[in-house]
């Protein structure tokens, strides 16, 4: 049995808003065993020991929808309106990638993840086969689902269910259904999706009303929302729905999804980016909802860094409802830890630091001018740190970073191959 | 003479959008001699030299609007509606301030910047005589304004024009003339400090319509805008003025404004945080106003870190105007440097990295997972980074921070410090 001791730590348990001044953790295999105020007494062998002393432990955050080897993707086609972006760059770039490609760029986009405190996520790309090689090398937790897309999708379904059979007993990946979106999905294929996930109890991933132009192209083709479209598809029914985006929602459709175990993905950078619009956060949590965050894919953020992303999330709801108190800094914790883990079925395993949870943990150095005072520790990590305070990360038991280090990852090679992969591809356009 | 010689070097010049790929840059004494592509080829003795391998070289940030001190408030009163916030939480912390504890937060507030790509700063607070120490301490150059707010403005002016004739002569300090804002000074002060500033040729740095809340009193009071009071008044005649937040500036005001040597300063951060609302940045730059970007104080952001800012300016833009095009990265490092040394009157010497110019100067270490592919290098210093990428910062020819460290300034005793003070401000409340 492997056993890993955390102690003169500082711990944000997110049970609550319950915080330990000075403990420990105590780790045994890859679960949480004890958490405790105080110095641990017990034997000493065989323990590897990490002194936390200057730094608050946080359940690791899960990233809650990215498309993870679009890192390759990092401001490429920068600065043209949308549908020329998509048109002229991205979509000719992604029609060339390989898999190692793919490799490369997913790996890239994990030690970004990992080095900013991201322990899990949430993900939606071609290849997934491939990406779950990466996540097993960075040894990250990785929910993937393969897009359903367009004429494809009967074979995008069965290539799902291989998937499903492959990693259906690995502890690190999990795999999800993922179709793209009501307005690039048929009818035909919505209810299809929903049938194969009760099935197979897949939750879905799927993105839903981004834009007005969507919403647009489906109230012409459905008269409908793009919620009453999934939900007449009968997607949602005895499901568990993962939707990114969820911009444009209206108060039929809160009440609506509220009756489903739906989960709304905040992605506040990606959608001031693309000009999308702010998704009315404020009200669906007033309404319970279940609501999480993401950063979307790197070529529309441009970076995967959940710490970011939280004080974008928390900034965009007070402006937007006109109310400096709206989404707090430990109501935006909650997005990215306790919120999340309930979206992936896993509120029982992550999300908090707690006994018999998994250990997914990460510890911020506090030792840093900008998170100084440490007046309100909630504050301080939604709105004065960035990111790169993260000084040790443990994913299901293993320490994966460890003094700002990756321990098991060239991280310049990594860099060196994802610059590589990128000028190939180019020079296939 | 000192000579300094960083090699190996892209450096982004900021004149126009000219990048040398790679090549020099040779500093003497506290100017740049010499930009240049390829490899220096001149002697070398009595030469301190930086390989720049791996970095980029950049004109560091100039915060036009900051009140440097107020870190010590970082996250305190958190969660409080604007006016309890202020009436039960900050006045009264600041009412306890002394001496001692504004230098403390003066020079934790003067290492986060500088950690984080700062080299110049525009700041409003009392006692900045003390804060000037801090300056020096450092070696920042410091923009300096005592507020002239109230029934005190007359000691006030007196009080800013004894700070001018001690920094008369000062190469790192500039004395400005601080009116708080048109609805905390009388039409009266603004007409003084209007007179004053023209005959000592002091810019003016003001707050003008940060809320909705104080465009209303200044109807009531005046029956015209903000803008038009501080016109009337003859504060713009013949003076340079720096205006942080104008929110709510509207057409009108923008054709006044546009006739005068007038600079807006953007706070996105503190007009979303506050739920202030968002400043028409987009079209204030359509009609030729000059634009230049601050952080507001710890207390409103809560760090004061410009790439976080940079980020959150262009895409609080993109959305706010429906366009993903509008504010492109450029133009958003622009507001940074070039537009804000404008605002300083320091255009022929700050905000490019030039020959002749200042030798102010950051490098940014593209060695980051969140970096790659260095696709388009302006897109991800102002999309992807995060602030932490600043390895090495030269103010006025002199190195302050090197690979990380700074080198003349304990960094966990100034954090030591400011936290005490933090702790005594409490205990006399």
């Not at 049995?1 to 102690?7: A, D, P, T």
């Not at 890192?71 to 760059?89: A, C, S």
């Amino acid at each position: 049995m492997k056993r890993l001791l955390i102690e003169n730590i500082k711990v944000i348990t997110m049970e609550g808003d319950y915080i330990i001044p000075k403990g420990y953790i105590y780790i045994e295999d890859n679960k949480i065993v004890k958490v405790k105020e105080g110095v641990y007494e017990g034997e000493r062998d065989n323990f590897e020991v990490i002194d936390g002393k200057g730094c608050v432990a946080l359940p690791g955050f899960i990233n809650c929808h990215t498309h993870i080897p679009m890192t390759l993707l990092r401001g490429y086609g920068e600065g043209l309106p949308l549908m020329r972006w998509l048109n002229e760059k991205i979509w000719p770039f992604e029609a060339r990638l390989t898999e190692e490609d793919i490799y490369n760029g997913a790996l890239l986009g994990i030690i970004e993840m990992i080095k900013s405190g991201t322990t899990s996520f949430v993900d939606m790309y071609f290849r997934e086969d491939t990406i779950a090689k990466a996540c097993r090398r960075a040894n990250i937790r990785g929910f993937l689902g393969s897009p359903i897309i367009g004429d494809m999708w009967e074979r995008q379904i069965d290539e799902t269910l291989s998937l499903y059979d492959e990693f259906k007993e690995d502890d690190l990946i999990k795999i999800f259904i993922a179709p793209h979106s009501p307005y690039t999905c048929s009818f035909e294929t919505l209810k299809k999706v929903g049938e194969i996930a009760r099935n197979y109890k897949l939750p879905i991933h799927i993105h839903i009303a981004e834009t007005k132009d969507e919403v647009n192209i489906i109230r012409e083709k459905y008269n409908k929302t793009p919620f009453e479209v999934c939900k007449d598809a009968g997607l949602y029914d005895e499901n568990k729905v993962i939707a990114a985006h969820c911009v444009y929602l209206n108060d039929d459709d809160i009440i609506m999804v509220k009756n489903y175990d739906f989960t709304v993905v905040y992605n506040p950078q990606s959608n001031m980016k693309l000009a999308s619009g702010v998704a009315p956060i404020v009200k669906m949590m007033e309404n319970g909802i279940n609501v999480a965050l993401g950063t979307d894919g790197a070529s529309s953020n441009n970076n995967l860094n959940m710490i970011d992303e939280m004080k974008s999330a928390s900034l965009l709801q007070k402006l937007s409802f006109n109310d400096a108190t709206a989404l707090s800094a430990y109501d935006t914790l909650k997005l990215a830890t306790v919120n999340a883990a309930k979206a992936i079925g896993m509120e029982d395993k992550l999300g908090k630091i707690k006994e018999g949870f998994l250990a997914d943990i990460i510890l911020i150095d506090f030792n840093k001018p900008h998170l100084n005072p440490p007046t309100d520790i909630y504050s301080n990590i939604v709105y004065a740190a960035n990111g790169s305070e993260i000084k040790t990360v443990i994913i299901n038991g293993k320490v994966v970073l460890k003094d700002y280090k990756l321990l098991d990852i060239k991280e310049n090679e990594t860099i060196l191959n994802a610059n590589q992969s990128f000028i190939k591809v180019i020079e296939r356009l």
